[in-house]
């Protein structure tokens, strides 16, 4: 069974860099053809694909968040991470991540606010 569990700090300021880890077990993040996305779901909106890296460390990410995102892993560790830079309120949401090939897993989620 496949697992994936986020972990971070709830609260980040704004123009600060949101960071958050996803650790997974019961599969490798180098196991070809695996995908691991970002995904997060703002209050009252519908979720958004922020971004994901391939089993051979390749990344790509939203044209709307490619300016701010970054994602990277540790094989050792098997995690990956996403850094969000330069947050504003408007990136509160609950932040996602998940295995998209060859076959959809999801982490619970993590409740990330922007605030002063």
């Known amino acids: 069974q496949v697992q994936l569990q986020e972990s971070g700090p709830g609260l980040v300021k704004p123009s600060q860099t949101l960071s958050l880890t996803c650790t997974v077990s019961?599969?490798?993040?180098?196991?070809?053809?695996?995908?691991w996305s970002w995904i997060r779901q703002p209050p009252g909106k519908g979720l958004e694909w922020m971004g994901n890296?391939?089993?051979?460390?390749?990344?790509y990410y939203s044209p709307s968040l490619k300016s701010r995102t970054s994602i990277s892993r540790d094989t050792s560790k098997n995690q990956f991470t996403l850094q969000l830079s330069s947050v504003t309120p408007e990136d509160t949401a609950v932040y996602y991540c998940?295995?998209?090939?060859?076959?959809?897993?999801w982490g619970q989620g993590t409740q990330v606010t922007v605030s002063s």
């Open positions: 019961g599969d490798s993040i180098t196991t070809t053809y695996s995908w």
């Open positions: 890296i391939a089993y051979s460390g390749s990344t």
């Open positions: 998940a295995r998209d090939s060859p076959s959809l897993y």
